[in-house]
């Protein structure tokens, strides 16, 4: 994900476009975003699984 924001960011910064009127920075920010959507779902997620554990609790085994 970090190549593709390091391989536009000379074509981002070369021009004289204001960051929020420039194409290219707005795609970048906008797959930010949905990165980061992507991995906060993720995260919420794992975090109900962890909590409700619904194949129930795993069992003690004794050695």
């Not at 992507?38 to 619904?54: D, E, N, Q, R, T």
Request: proline share 5%; net charge positive.
């Amino acid at each position: 994900m970090c190549m593709w924001i390091h391989d536009n960011f000379a074509e981002i910064f070369a021009s004289n476009i204001d960051p929020l009127q420039n194409p290219a920075y707005l795609h970048n920010r906008q797959m930010l975003f949905f990165g980061i959507s992507i991995s906060f779902a993720v995260l919420a997620f794992l975090l109900i699984i962890s909590y409700l554990k619904p194949w129930g609790k795993r069992a003690k085994y004794t050695y």
